[in-house]
């Protein structure tokens, strides 16, 4: 099976071993040492019972060329040293080359303005589907070399700043940025509407996963999905009122409710969740319809059913004249 990786470090002639194990690039060893063998258990053929042959096998190259080489390198102190040289050069090497495709991920983290919490973020949440999909697990391995460069590159002090025009996409760096005295020879160029369309965050991306996840009616995949998207973005409206469309799909109206109460708070004009609270309103005034009708029902049934006359006594009549004594005219003196 070939491993080949074109994102990231990988474009240097570099494995990106923090990549292959999902870590951050400064992870301590005692982190890296708890992901690998999470990882290691996922992989391991004993682990992969319910899945085909084909995935077992897959699963088992992961491992042994990828995962377990990875483990030796940066569990290693002397090894480890060394290969973090290495890291930073090759994050230098890629700042003074420029011109690099980034993905969305990418893009984002060079103009973040946290860009040491969104890496982690970022990070994170690749990390936790790595390995779930062996098909996408080499994919995810580049985006998170990407992040590993890029990230790098924002921390020595490069600036990375992500641009792109109509026909290419270029991160400028510290070694390419224009110089603003040429300036004045540039044509002076007329201003017209920005018509680009907007820059899909991280958060936009859970919840467009998690809008395909509805659709097909997954939505405990789709609720975790929204999860993840609001531990970066709390106050996110589209976020809270999607939620709230998954739980009210699910007939949860209670957690349906307080999710587009709180898309409402930051975005007052949001109409997924003005139109989920209507849903709501009419499904309420539904179900105290039916039960006023049920309650108004059984008092009427209670008023109109006919009164039951009282059984006549089988006990034989004790006035004068009735039962045995009757029979010889009544008692004795």
């Known amino acids: 099976m070939s491993f080949q990786i074109d994102r990231g470090l990988f474009l240097f002639d570099f494995v990106d071993q923090h990549a292959v194990l999902g870590v951050p690039i400064d992870a301590d060893t005692q982190t890296i040492r708890k992901r690998y063998l999470k990882i290691a258990r ?16 897959r699963a088992s190259q992961f491992l042994s060329k990828l995962v377990n080489p990875a483990w030796e390198k940066l569990s290693q102190e002397k090894e480890r040293v060394e290969y973090d040289l290495v890291v ?12 690099i495709e980034l993905g969305n991920l990418g893009k984002e983290l060079s103009i973040a303005s946290n860009p040491d919490h969104f890496y ?10 790595q390995f779930e999909h062996l098909d996408q697990a080499l994919d995810i391995i580049g985006q998170l070399s990407e992040l590993n460069m890029v990230y790098l590159m924002r921390k020595e002090g ?25 300036s004045s020879n540039r044509p002076v160029a007329t201003k017209t509407p920005n018509t680009s369309p907007r820059r899909e965050s991280v958060a936009d991306q859970y919840c467009r996963r ?3 996840y509805t659709a097909k009616n997954n939505f405990a995949q789709a609720v975790l999905e929204l999860r993840d ?3 970066l973005e709390p106050r996110n409206s589209r976020c809270h009122a999607l939620l709230g469309t998954v739980y009210l799909r699910q007939n949860q109206a209670t957690m349906a409710r307080i999710h587009f109460d709180k898309a409402l708070e ?9 139109e989920g609270k209507q849903k709501l309103d009419l499904l309420q005034q539904k179900n105290t319809g039916k039960t006023s009708a049920a309650t108004q029902g059984t008092k009427t049934s209670a008023k109109t059913s006919p009164q039951k006359p009282s059984p006549k006594s089988n006990k034989p009549d004790d ?14 003196k």
């Open 120 to 129: 982690r973020a970022s990070l994170k949440s690749l990390a936790d589907k």
């Open 210 to 212: 998690a809008e395909g």
């Open 229 to 231: 998207a609001l531990q």
């Open 266 to 274: 930051t975005d007052p004009q949001n109409a997924i969740a003005i």
């Open 319 to 332: 006035k004068s004249g009735g039962g045995l004594f009757g029979l010889f005219g009544g008692k004795k």
């Open 88 to 99: 930073k050069l090759k994050a230098q090497q890629a700042a003074k080359q420029g011109g």
């Open 158 to 182: 490069q600036g990375a700043v992500a641009t792109a025009d109509a026909n290419k996409k270029t991160i400028y760096t510290g070694s390419n940025i224009p110089d603003s005295s040429q």
């Open 42 to 57: 996922r992989l391991h053929p004993d682990s992969c019972a319910s899945e085909s042959e084909e995935d077992k096998q």
